[in-house]
């Protein structure tokens, strides 16, 4: 019924930028909060930053003032900026959002199926 695509992975030098995107379709009746989580090898999945409907963000002390993370209600998608990539940075990284289908009062938390992203020379 709704599904998260993000996109705009890949591998970049140290120091340098890319941007993630995450599109949502299918039966969306309104979206809450939306948010960037990432998982390197052997750990934990961790968040990244939110973004709440009326633009309220926030960060993990790791990527503040590197990393934005924006939304186009109208669109449906959120971004992540990421700029001084630093080897550290690199993970699997995935979308989540909480989204109302079909109607008020049906609140469901999806994922997306995630984009990696390597810094490395």
């Known amino acids: 019924q709704v599904q998260l695509v993000e996109s705009g992975g890949g ?3 140290p120091g340098g930028s890319l941007r ?4 949502a379709s299918g039966s969306i009746f309104s979206i809450n909060v939306m948010g960037w989580y990432r998982q390197a090898p052997g750990k934990q999945r961790e968040l990244v930053a939110t973004i709440f409907p009326g633009g309220s963000r926030n ?3 790791s990527v503040k003032g590197r990393f934005t993370i924006s939304r186009d209600n109208a669109k449906n ?4 900026q990421m700029n001084s990539l630093k080897p550290e940075d690199t993970a699997v990284y995935y979308c989540n959002a909480e ?3 079909n109607g008020p009062g049906n609140l469901y938390t999806y994922w997306g199926q995630g984009t990696q992203v390597t810094v490395s020379s």
Do not use: H, W
Request: charged share 5%; net charge negative; aromatic share 12%.
């Open 11 to 13: 591998l970049v030098q």
């Open 20 to 23: 993630l995107s995450c599109a």
């Open 59 to 61: 960060y993990a002390d």
């Open 77 to 80: 998608t959120m971004y992540l």
């Open 99 to 101: 989204i109302v289908i």
